[in-house]
Antibody, heavy 121, light 103 residues
Framework: EVQLVESGGGLVQPGGSLRLSCAAS????????MSWARQAPGKGLEWIGR??????????DHAAPVRGRFTISRDDSKNTLYLQMNSLKGEDTAMYYC????????????WGQGTLVTVSS | VMTQSPAALSVSPGERATLSCRAS??????LAWYQQKPGQAPRLLIF???TRATGIPARFTGSGSGTDFTLTISSLQSEDFAVYYC????????FGQGTRVEI
């Protein structure tokens, strides 16, 4: 069974930093493309970035609203995905989800339960 | 840009619900549908525009290709009242704004 468990969320001041983690199990993590998505309170879903597998060069792409501030990384030895968030703004307040891409395809297959990030002074 | 309509849909249990999703550019069949209930993570329903994910009941049907897509729920059950999102994955990933299915 695929399990994705996010952690690291919390309250942070504007301009601050936070690192989220996602512990993965139940699938071959080192060959999976992994994404982060978020959902502001009462709003819709937003994809924010993806990291390819090592075979794919661990290439990252980030959505425009977070590019240059957020960085996705992975540690295949720990089956863990990370999201480093810097220069946080109020509009970054959201539930952050770790998502695994489908094997051999590109849709977002399984989601974690999310971790809440609140940016406020 | 992915545009879903309507924003909200009021239906009764047992009725049919039809949800639409339109892409601003061709996405071929690279379209998925998700269901999200309050306080829960999204759950994959449909991928490849029309293929049901594992464990998804047959009352959920996806159709369309190119730019226009439809999710049909043939006979709504109480557990189907939720928000539904489409996602294009032809060029990175973009969600629609969601359709709320309510009683």
């Amino acid at each position: 069974e695929v399990q994705l468990v996010e952690s690291g969320g919390g309250l942070v001041q504007p301009g601050g930093s936070l690192r989220l983690s996602c512990a993965a199990s139940g699938f071959t993590f080192n060959s999976a493309w992994m994404s982060w998505a978020r959902q502001a309170p009462g709003k819709g879903l937003e994809w924010i970035g993806r990291i390819k597998s090592k075979a794919g060069g661990e290439t990252t792409d980030h959505a425009a609203p977070v590019r240059g501030r957020f960085t996705i990384s992975r540690d295949d030895s720990k089956n863990t995905l990370y999201l480093q968030m810097n220069s946080l703004k109020g509009e970054d307040t959201a539930m952050y989800y770790c998502v695994v891409g489908a094997a051999g395809d590109y849709y977002l297959a399984y989601w974690g339960q999310g971790t809440l990030v609140t940016v406020s002074s | 840009v992915m545009t879903q309509s309507p924003a909200a849909l009021s239906v009764s249990p047992g009725e049919r619900a039809t949800l639409s999703c339109r892409a601003s550019e061709i996405v071929h069949s690279n379209l998925a549908w998700y269901q999200q209930k309050p306080g829960q993570a999204p759950r994959l329903l449909i991928f490849g525009a029309s293929t049901r994910a594992t464990g998804i009941p047959a009352r959920f049907t996806g159709s369309g290709s190119g730019t226009d897509f439809t999710l049909t729920i043939s006979s709504l059950q109480s557990e189907d009242f939720a928000v539904y999102y489409c996602l294009q994955y032809n060029n990175f990933w973009t969600f629609g704004q969601g359709t709320r299915v309510e009683i």
